[in-house]
């Protein structure tokens, strides 16, 4: 039996690939390659136990011939879903972006999902569902829940066809509600973006906002560590977790700094105005992490060590680029 990943050639699919294949799991793999890269399988596909389909999830007629192809080769047991618009913003801007590639790509795969009689279903939720809280603390059982962004709404409406697919035939489901994810291969993010201003501009560093911004991050492996760690302990058809940090955050200022001292010394920062770096931006966030903590994890980094990590190693993959 296999394991499939939606989304695998992205940042957190193509980490999760690289964790399940040193597991010994045979891998399937898929993905539009929109936002993702072959360079990040690199490592996943130079494996006998990987199997990879480019495939456009948004089209059901595509996407239940690639998983019939893969089935044929490999039954699947499980599908982590991983495949979603990464980029906020651009969900702003043109609204059928988060309908298309984060709502339907997760509607489909419930599809396919029933028709191939795959039972399990692990899905990459967000903090953006619960909407701008204002620095209270996100319990999973808040609500009601008022999301801010395009994203956030079209996450939590994959939320509710999930649990509506456990209703009727969806055997058992695992919802994990990501903070701000930091790490390599990075494709997205103020981490990046500060990275690649820099190279450009090396004397100065432009920042959205006023840098008051205040969000938990965590490190891509730890995300990883979580997500394996409730798939194997937590025993509800439904479960649905946050992950995080267990701190307050950092500030955007505090990146900014991080970055310049790693990539740029002496380049000063140039802030905006306001405390939002864009239209759908929640700035401040603050996870509560009980129900994690009660099932046994607890992250090894604090938000600001894993952000320092990362952002020496997103310096490094840009020195390469």
């Given at each position: 039996?296999?394991?499939?990943?939606?989304?695998?050639?992205?940042?957190?699919?193509?980490?999760?690939?690289?964790?399940?294949?040193?597991?010994?799991?045979?891998?399937?793999?898929?993905?539009?390659?929109?936002?993702?890269?072959?360079?990040?399988?690199?490592?996943?596909?130079?494996?006998?136990?990987?199997?990879?389909?480019?495939?456009?999830?948004?089209?059901?007629?595509?996407?239940?011939?690639?998983?019939?192809?893969?089935?044929?080769?490999?039954?699947?047991?499980?599908?982590?879903?991983?495949?979603?618009?990464?980029?906020?913003?651009?969900?702003?801007?043109?609204?059928?972006?988060d309908f298309?590639?984060?709502?339907?790509?997760?509607?489909?795969?419930?599809?396919?999902?029933?028709?191939?009689?795959?039972?399990?279903?692990?899905?990459?939720?967000?903090?953006?569902?619960?909407?701008?809280?204002?620095?209270?603390?996100?319990?999973?059982?808040?609500?009601?829940?008022?999301?801010?962004?395009?994203?956030?709404?079209?996450?939590?409406?994959?939320?509710?066809?999930?649990?509506?697919?456990?209703?009727?035939?969806?055997?058992?489901?695992?919802?994990?509600?990501?903070?701000?994810?930091?790490?390599?291969?990075?494709?997205?993010?103020?981490?990046?973006?500060?990275?690649?201003?820099?190279?450009?501009?090396?004397?100065?560093?432009?920042?959205?906002?006023?840098?008051?911004?205040?969000?938990?991050?965590?490190?891509?492996?730890?995300?990883?560590?979580?997500?394996?760690?409730?798939?194997?302990?937590?025993?509800?058809?439904?479960?649905?977790?946050?992950?995080?940090?267990?701190?307050?955050?950092?500030?955007?200022?505090?990146?900014?700094?991080?970055?310049?001292?790693?990539?740029?010394?002496?380049?000063?920062?140039?802030?905006?105005?306001?405390?939002?770096?864009?239209?759908g931006d929640?700035?401040?966030?603050?996870?509560?992490?009980?129900?994690?903590?009660?099932?046994?994890?607890?992250?090894?980094?604090?938000?600001?060590?894993?952000?320092?990590?990362?952002?020496?190693?997103?310096?490094?993959?840009?020195?390469?680029?």
């Amino acid at each position: 039996m296999a394991i499939c990943i939606t989304g695998v050639a992205g940042f957190v699919g193509c980490n999760l690939a690289e964790r399940f294949l040193a597991h010994g799991h045979k891998l399937v793999g898929l993905d539009n390659f929109s936002r993702g890269s072959m360079a990040n399988l690199k490592k996943a596909s130079s494996s006998p136990l990987f199997l990879l389909d480019n495939v456009e999830m948004s089209d059901l007629k595509a996407y239940s011939a690639a998983i019939a192809r893969m089935s044929a080769r490999e039954p699947i047991s499980e599908v982590w879903h991983m495949a979603a618009n990464s980029d906020i913003p651009a969900g702003v801007k043109d609204v059928s972006t988060d309908f298309r590639d984060t709502f339907m790509t997760t509607f489909n795969t419930l599809e396919v999902m029933k028709e191939f009689g795959i039972p399990v279903l692990a899905f990459a939720s967000s903090s953006a569902i619960y909407g701008d809280l204002k620095g209270a603390p996100m319990y999973e059982d808040t609500g009601p829940l008022f999301p801010v962004s395009n994203y956030g709404a079209m996450k939590l409406a994959s939320e509710a066809v999930i649990s509506a697919a456990l209703e009727s035939w969806l055997k058992r489901a695992f919802i994990f509600r990501f903070p701000n994810v930091v790490g390599t291969p990075a494709t997205h993010g103020a981490l990046l973006d500060f990275v690649r201003k820099l190279k450009r501009t090396s004397d100065n560093l432009s920042v959205l906002g006023n840098g008051t911004q205040q969000k938990s991050y965590l490190h891509v492996d730890e995300l990883i560590d979580a997500m394996l760690f409730i798939r194997d302990r937590a025993e509800d058809r439904l479960n649905y977790f946050n992950i995080g940090a267990e701190d307050a955050g950092v500030t955007v200022k505090f990146m900014a700094e991080e970055v310049v001292a790693n990539v740029s010394p002496g380049a000063s920062i140039t802030y905006g105005e306001g405390n939002k770096g864009w239209l759908g931006d929640v700035p401040r966030f603050v996870y509560s992490l009980d129900k994690l903590r009660a099932l046994g994890w607890h992250p090894k980094l604090s938000s600001a060590e894993a952000v320092r990590l990362a952002v020496r190693q997103i310096a490094a993959q840009e020195m390469d680029r």
